[in-house]
């Protein structure tokens, strides 16, 4: 009896490789994602900072404003970055289901291939028999 072969198995083996290759994809950018909030985090602090140093204090007012400033500047970018990461992330993730949709659809098309190379078989199989019996009943 011959083995069970998926014409698609090469096409299937190249989607679950894209998968993987794209769940990396969202795990970098989910890593940076974390690291910008991070880096937001720390600049929200730093302004708290800033207005708790300088009430009880006679600071330079300029240079509390040009701190202040840049505090400003830096969580600016950091939302502008963290938005386009988001957006990206949904990107990524919207392709990745596609593609888990994709490699689902394949495998049950492999499963449904396979059961009905089974049935096959095992029909040709009990038709050999069938010969094999009639074969010998002419025989005796």
Known sequence: MPAFRFR???VLNLKERLKSMKRLELAKIEGELEGKERALNFWNTKIKNLEVENAGTG???NEYYNQFE???VNIDR???EIQ???MEKDRVLNELIEMEKEVKILDKLKEK???EFIKESLR???KFMDEIAQRSRRYE
Request: glycine share 0%; proline share 0%; net charge positive.
């Open 78 to 80: 950091l939302e502008k």
């Open 124 to 126: 040709k199989e009990l």
């Open 70 to 72: 840049i505090a400003l």
């Open 8 to 10: 698609l198995a090469k």
């Open 113 to 115: 291939k396979r059961d």
């Open 59 to 61: 600071k330079d007012i």
């Open 84 to 86: 386009k990461l988001e």
